[in-house]
C-alpha cells in the first residue's frame, strides 16, 4: 500500500545513488527499502538552528514545494520538534547514519525487530519494508512523536498498530526475545533489558554517547548470560539526542561557564608546548577516552577578547564537580586556569598523558564488553605491545 508517485521521488531516488556511491548503501535488500520509502511522508515540520545564537526556530516551508523536496532529501539529520526551552528532541537521523546502521544490523525477512526511539517513524517503515511489518516494534517515550509517525506508516502500511508510547530504556519484552535491537537515540551505557530481550547471536546497533562523544556500536550477544561483544563502526564521532533524558541539553554547561568567567581565579598551570597540545584537549577520540575517569566531562570552546588580539580558550567542564578548565597559549606556553576543583584538573591531566602514552587512540579501536552479569566495560589493546590492556568499567553519566 505505497503512496502514489510524488514529485519528490526523483530528489530520493538522487538520494539513494549518493548514498550508494559513498558506501553508507551496499546491499540490496537497503536499496530497495530507501526507495520505496519516502521520507517526505514522515516531515511535516523542520527546525534549522542559528549558528550565531544557537536557537532553534522553525523553516517555513510549503511541503508542496522543490525546496522542501530538496531539503527533505539532503543527507542531512533534520529537527523536527523541539521542547519548551527550544531544545531538539526528536529528529530524523541523515540517510547515510540511517543506512549504515541497518546494514549493520545485517536484516533478512523475518528477523524480530525491535527499534528504540520511533522519533518521525521513517526508519520504523525502513525497517517493517525490510523484515516484514509484523516483525517490526518500535518505542518511543513522546506520545506526540507516536501519534504523527503513526499517521505516516498508516498510509504506507495501512495500519500503526506497533507503535508503541513506551519508555525505551526498559526494553518491550511483549515480544521478546529479539533478533535485532536498533537504538536512534543514544545513550551512556547499554540499557540491561535490552541484553537481556536480545536473543542468542542477536545484534545491537545504538549510539554509545556521553555530552556529544561517542559512536555506533555493533554488540552481538554471544552468551552465556548477557555476555555480548562489540565494535565501533566509524571513526567519526557520533552524537543523537540522549535516551536518559530527552529535555537535557548542553545549557547547563554554558551556565557553569557563565558563572564560573567572573570566579576569581583558583589554579594556574603553565607547561611547555611540547608537553601539552591545548587543542588536543577537546580532541574528540580524547574527549571519549576522558570518560573513563571523567564520565560527563564535556568540551567547549571559545574566542576571549583582549586589546591586542582575540585569543582562542579550550574548555573542558565537570558538572558534577562545577569545574571549568580553560587551556589558552600565552608567551609560547600552554596556560591553564581551574576553576573549581584541583582533582579535576589532574585527572584530566593524568588522563591525557595516558592517552599520549598508548598513541592517541581512535574510538574504534576500543572494544566494548558485557560480561555474564552484564557489567560493562570497555577495552583497549596497545598498537605495539598486544599483551598490555587497559579496560575498565563504564560508570554512569548523571542526567
Known amino acids: 500500500m505505497l503512496p502514489m508517485l510524488h514529485k519528490c521521488d526523483s530528489n530520493n531516488q538522487y538520494l539513494v545513488r549518493m548514498l550508494q556511491k559513498k558506501g553508507a548503501i551496499r546491499s540490496n535488500i537497503i536499496t530497495e527499502a530507501f526507495l520505496s520509502i519516502p521520507r517526505h511522508l514522515f516531515i511535516s515540520k523542520l527546525y534549522k ?11 517555513l516551508i510549503d511541503v508542496a514545494s522543490d525546496d522542501f523536496c530538496r531539503e527533505v532529501y539532503k543527507d542531512v539529520s533534520i529537527v523536527t520538534a523541539i521542547d519548551e526551552e527550544g531544545m531538539p528532541t526528536s529528529s530524523s537521523t541523515s540517510p547515510s547514519l540511517m543506512a549504515e546502521m541497518l546494514e549493520a544490523l545485517d536484516l533478512t525477512q523475518g528477523l524480530k525487530v525491535l527499534e528504540i526511539g520511533t522519533g518521525t517513524g521513517y526508519n520504523a517503515a525502513l525497517l517493517a519494508h525490510i523484515v516484514g ?17 503513526s499517521l505516516a506508516m498508516h498510509s ?28 536512534t537515540a543514544g545513550h551512556n551505557k547499554v540499557p540491561l533489558p535490552w541484553i537481556e530481550q536480545l536473543a542468542l547471536n542477536g545484534v545491537i546497533v545504538m549510539n554509545i554517547t556521553a555530552y556529544n562523544y561517542g559512536g555506533i556500536l555493533r554488540l552481538k550477544k554471544i552468551g552465556p548470560g548477557n555476555t555480548s561483544y562489540g565494535k565501533f563502526l566509524r ?28 570566579a576569581p581565579l583558583d589554579l594556574v598551570y603553565t607547561y611547555s608546548l611540547d608537553e601539552l597540545q591545548i587543542q588536543e584537549l577537546t580532541n574528540a577520540d580524547f574527549m571519549f577516552f576522558l570518560q573513563q575517569s ?27 564537580s562545577k569545574t571549568v578548565i580553560r587551556a589558552s597559549v600565552s608567551d609560547d606556553k600552554a596556560v591553564i586556569v581551574v576553576q573549581g576543583d584541583k ?23 576500543h572494544s566494548f564488553i558485557v560480561d555474564e552479569a552484564g557489567l560493562q566495560f570497555f577495552e583497549l589493546e596497545h598498537y605495539e605491545d598486544k599483551t598490555r590492556k587497559l579496560i575498565w568499567e563504564l560508570q554512569p553519566v548523571s542526567g
Open 133 to 149: 511489518y509484523n516483525f517490526m516494534f518500535s518505542l518511543d517515550i513522546n506520545p506526540m512523536c507516536v501519534e504523527y509517525a
Open 156 to 183: 504506507i502500511f495501512g495500519r500503526s498498530d506497533n507503535l508503541h508510547v513506551w519508555d525505551g530504556l526498559k526494553g518491550f519484552d511483549l515480544y521478546a526475545p529479539y533478533d535485532r535491537i536498533i537504538a
Open 294 to 320: 571523567l564520565p560527563g566531562a564535556a568540551p567547549t570552546m571559545f574566542v576571549e577578547d583582549n586589546k591586542d588580539s582575540p585569543k582562542v580558550v579550550y574548555c573542558i567542564v565537570d558538572p558534577q
Open 235 to 262: 571513526t567519526s564521532h557520533v552524537s543523537f539526542i540522549n535516551l536518559y533524558n530527552m529535555s537535557k541539553s548542553d545549557n547547563d554547561i554554558y551556565t557553569i561557564i557563565e558563572e564560573m568567567l567572573d
Open 343 to 365: 582533582i579535576t584538573w589532574e585527572k584530566v591531566r593524568d588522563t591525557y598523558n595516558l592517552w599520549k602514552e598508548w598513541q592517541m587512540p581512535l574510538l574504534t579501536d
Open 49 to 59: 538552528q542559528d549558528p550565531d545564537h544557537y536557537a532553534w526556530s522553525e523553516v
